[in-house]
């Protein structure tokens, strides 16, 4: 922390230097390219220029680019009547028309979005009037309108921007009917977002977001305090880690706020490898790992620990598990039972062949290697040998899609994803959970009844298949709840309007403004 501490006193803020009319804020990772019914492009940009017809917000659902909608009976058709004094910002109008080309684009691509059961509910789009649009389902799908205001891809981009009429090969412009426009990016190096003036809604107090990039978390550390950066925000460690934001918090030179817990970290335990394939060793690593001391001493208090994959506090999640605390001896007694007995240099044997499993993270994210470091003496004690590779983002990325690991880190998506888009997501070999669970002797069961859950109209039904499934996952202990991840940012303290929203991957600069 020499570097946080001693860089008291810099140059002053991006404010001070004349730009108070613009918020710098560093991120490691560039925007790359925001196509809003695709994934490369960073979530925070895609929230800031594109929108839906409907919003997530603490108290639920509210209305966004539709001013109000009616549901069927049955529940098959959502009928939006939509906003009339909406433009995308290449002069386009917005109606009923440009939300059904876009609907349909994303249809277009459905393989894609599979793991997103609302694209495969999806019967017809149609245009009732020129700002009327009417949603038709196959089935009843009770997490349509939560789904409908995710960040992506039921976002909408002008007709003008797509290519051949579709949008899955990329789009000619980024117009869309957001409060900020992309108006210059350099690629890896900065993005300029500047307010639209057109905007329907409540214009941003400021008029520009200087997205600069910066790979190294220290750097950017060292930015803010040479006044170069007004603000740092993120969910995991990957742009500031525990550490650096207790001591910044400390320091009170600048202003630190975190969220309430919004996601669930934990291990992934590959279930379809020879080791890890074993349920009495992967419950052997849940009595293994001291989870509290990780929470106290590396996350200083500011993550709880999780006894479950999700917390209680989730919809559908408040479920009587086994809660496995800390116990070596639990665990030695476990290993032993599977058959791995102490031999050379205390570690573990079976059939000649030592106990050495390796734990893969994103090398970018300093919380996790000290995580990995702690973890790896807590398997060390009971015989595991246990390797840490620390990987680029977007290898350790394809890693999870192989299914080449043993160990590695996963995180849930949080509110508003969890648990129904998260658990959703596992069905499809695009993430570590597909492939940590392909080994599980009732994967097909998992798979099939997360998908009729999501069609379940049924409240009291729905509620015993979730039982269903997350007791089976738990039981199987394929994950190793560790804590309930928190967001976290840090800015200069004439910044004001710096606050969360539901999601974890956006960020809600238009609220942002400089006190005068």
Known sequence: MIFVTGCQGGSGSAKEQGTRDEIVYASTKDIRDINPHLYSGEMSAQNMVFESLVINTDEGVKPALAENWEISEDGLEYTFHLRKDVTFTDGEPFNAEAVKLNMDAVLDNKERHAWLDMVNEIKENVVVDEYTYKLVLKHPYYPALTELGLTRPFRFISPKSFIGGKTKDGVSSYAGTGPYILSEHKEGQYAVFTANQNYWGAKPKVNSIKWKVMPDPQTILLALQKGEVDLIFGADGDM?????????????????????????????????????????????????????????????????????????????????????????????????????????????????????????????????????????????????????????????????????????????????????????????????????????????????????????????????????????????????????????????????????????????????????
């Open 240 to 516: 500031i880690d525990i550490d650096s934001f207790k001591a910044l918090e400390e320091q009170g030179e600048y202003e630190t706020e975190i969220s309430k817990p919004i996601a669930s970290r934990a291990i992934l335990l590959n279930s379809n490898k020879p080791i890890t394939g074993d349920e009495k060793v992967r419950e052997a690593f849940q009595y293994a790992i001291d989870k509290d001391s990780i929470a106290d001493e590396i996350l200083n208090g500011s993550e709880s620990v999780a006894d479950t994959l999700l917390s209680p506090t989730v919809p559908y999640s408040d479920v009587n598990l086994a809660v496995r605390k800390y116990d070596p001896d639990q665990a030695n007694k476990l290993l032993d039972e599977a058959g791995w007995t102490i031999g050379k240099a205390d570690y573990r044997y079976k059939d000649g062949k030592k106990l050495e499993l390796s734990i893969y993270y994103n090398s970018d994210n300093a919380q996790e290697k000290t995580i990995s470091e702690f973890i790896q003496n807590d398997l060390k004690n009971i015989g595991v040998d246990l390797k840490i590779i620390g990987e680029e983002k977007q290898a350790f990325l394809d890693r999870q899609k192989s299914g080449e690991f043993d160990l590695m880190y996963s995180l849930s998506w949080g509110t508003p994803y969890d648990p129904q888009s998260y658990l959703s997501s596992w069905r499809i070999p695009a993430h570590g959970d597909y492939q940590a669970q392909i080994g599980l002797d009732k994967k097909e069961w998992l798979d099939d009844t997360i998908t009729a859950v999501m069609i379940e109209s049924n409240e009291e039904k729905r509620k015993e298949m979730y039982t269903e499934i997350l007791t089976y996952i738990h039981d199987e202990g394929v994950y190793i709840p560790l804590t309930y991840s928190r967001t976290k940012a840090v800015h200069v303290p004439e910044l004001k309007g710096v606050t969360f929203n539901v999601s974890q991957y956006e960020i809600p600069f238009e609220k942002m403004y400089f006190e005068e």
